[in-house]
């Protein structure tokens, strides 16, 4: 069955400091798509990226990057020059796909990690 | 286009009551589902439907849960003789498989968090 491992239960960094959160996952699929959502204290979960098993380039998206590594099955989360409003709790997450590579769906969550950032 | 809406947001009950939650997907989205999430932890799937079909649920959902989606639009999610441990947030989610709007991600609404008292 699939797992979801976020080592880090919580990270308290200063503004400005750069962050990396990590994520471990397993699965017998060859096919898979890996999240990481953000929830806020406001509790709604913000979809932050999808990434194809298939593709392994890293990706850059303002403050945000990725780093993505099917050798170690690790999906790692980066933000850069991190500010107070990135507290959050942020998931990683696994969603395993049929032989037609069709998403089944279902998504399996690590347990989060809770992000401070102090001003 | 509005996002997930999820009714009602909070609900106290005593228990052994039934209670319903209700979701509403984003206009069009085929895919619905559902998911716990308890404190401190990720959320956990419990169900999720393709239209109107219940294509999976999980061993977490027992037969005092049950979910329905009669039109393939909103879900409703019962829970029946309510149990302390039922306490948690119920999540709904939305995603399209078809469409302009393709893609896997799934579009969380705010839940609605139950006390069982």
């Known amino acids: 069955a699939q797992k979801v491992t976020q080592a880090q239960t919580e990270i308290s960094v200063v503004e400005k400091e750069d962050v990396t959160l990590d994520c471990v996952y397993e699965t017998r699929d060859t096919t898979y798509y890996l999240f990481w959502y953000k929830q806020p204290p406001s509790g709604e979960l913000v979809f932050l990226i999808r990434r194809n098993s298939f593709d392994e380039q890293n990706e850059i998206s303002g403050r945000y990057s990725w780093n993505f590594q099917k050798s170690t099955s690790s999906f790692n989360f980066t933000i850069t020059a991190s500010q107070v409003v990135d507290s959050a709790v942020y998931f990683c997450?696994?969603?395993?796909?049929?032989?037609?590579?069709?998403?089944?769906?279902?998504?399996?969550f690590g347990q989060g990690t809770i992000l401070t950032v102090h001003p | 286009d509005t996002g997930v809406s999820q009714d009602p947001r909070h609900k106290i009950t005593k228990r052994g009551q039934n209670v319903t939650f209700r979701c509403d997907p984003i206009?069009?989205?085929?895919?619905l589902y559902w998911y716990r999430q308890t404190l401190g932890q990720g959320p956990e799937f419990l169900t999720y439907f393709q239209n109107e079909a219940q294509l999976e649920k999980s061993r977490l959902l027992s037969d005092r849960f049950s979910a329905e989606r009669p039109k393939g639009s909103f879900s409703t999610l019962e829970i029946q003789r309510t149990e302390q441990g039922d306490s948690a947030m119920y999540l709904c989610?939305?995603?399209?498989?078809?469409?302009?709007?393709?893609?896997?991600?799934?579009?969380f609404g705010p839940g609605t968090r139950l006390t069982v008292t």
């Open positions: 997450a696994l969603s395993e796909t049929n032989a037609g590579g069709t998403s089944y769906g279902k998504l399996t």
């Open positions: 989610a939305s995603s399209s498989l078809t469409g302009p709007d393709f893609n896997y991600e799934q579009y």
């Open positions: 206009s069009e989205h085929n895919r």
